[in-house]
């Protein structure tokens, strides 16, 4: 496995090389987990959303917040005061590879390792859980956010939801993607969803009774390298690990390129 504590970009170039880390699982490039964040904080929608049904798009350019759709799945996220993960591998991988339910709760169950190895009282969800009051909406409005519920073998903590994550597979390969909260960021999606003012309060205080963090045993501004630091103690000493933009040539058709970000 290659470990890459990559940094913050902002969202379309996060989703810009996540994409391009399941094109190198395509081609039977070893797995590799990258670890980001958002620079400016910013939008994903899951790949089967509409943005202008999703999103106040017109509120988004006035205040200047980025948004991109993922290679994943799953419903719309404002990642700020996170810690954000993708783990691209083979589906014939003879450690990561396998079926839908096998690699989701492999990938989940090593992100709740290393959180409880930092001291997170974390655990998997056995089944799904609710968010109290549903999120609402019309014919034509926006889905619930991501942090409204729990799936199963998703991460929780005291009985809400901390890990938001989703995947998406191809033929060959699988990634998977995941944002850690470290505190109330992910809140402001409810600012930027396609909601009356009034359905904007009702749907904010549900998602705040939904979503937990890890703030009080971490922080809100915990370094991306701590995680880091517990992901490689929990995958072992055969991880190669990579820091920042030594890790951008895993983004190139040959493996062995000059990666450019989008400008």
């Known amino acids: 496995m290659i470990l890459w504590c990559d940094g913050a970009h902002d969202a379309a170039e996060n989703m810009r090389r996540d994409a391009a880390l399941l094109a190198a699982a395509e081609r039977d490039a070893g797995p590799v987990l990258r670890l980001f964040g958002f620079s400016p904080p910013g939008i994903t929608l899951g790949r089967n959303q509409t943005p202008a049904r999703e999103l ?15 290679p994943t799945g799953g419903r719309a996220i404002f990642h700020a005061e996170e810690w954000t993960y993708a783990l691209a ?25 290393a959180l409880v190895r930092l001291g997170v009282p974390a655990e998997l969800a056995t089944r799904p859980r609710g968010a109290g009051t549903p999120l609402p909406r019309s014919s034509r409005g926006p889905a619930a956010p991501c942090f409204a519920s729990a799936a199963r073998h998703e991460v929780v903590v005291q009985g809400l939801k901390l890990v938001g994550s989703a995947q998406c597979r191809t033929a060959r390969a699988w990634l998977q993607q995941g944002s850690v909260l470290l505190g109330e960021g992910h809140l402001r999606i409810v600012d930027y969803a396609a909601l009356s003012p009034a359905a904007r309060v009702t749907v904010r205080e549900s ?16 370094p991306l390298e701590r995680f880091a630091d517990a992901l490689e103690a929990e995958l072992g000493p055969s991880t190669v690990r990579l820091e920042g933009e030594t890790g951008a040539f895993l983004l190139t058709a040959s493996g062995r390129g000059l990666y450019s970000p989008l400008v």
Do not use: F, I, K, N
């Open 56 to 70: 106040d798009l017109a509120l988004c350019a006035v205040h200047g917040v980025g948004w991109a759709v993922r």
């Open 207 to 222: 998602l705040g009774g939904a979503a937990g963090s890890a703030a009080a045993w971490l922080g809100s501004e915990a």
């Open 89 to 113: 591998a083979s589906c014939a991988d003879p450690e990561w590879g396998g079926g839908p339910a096998s690699t989701y709760q492999r990938a989940s169950s090593l992100v709740l390792r």
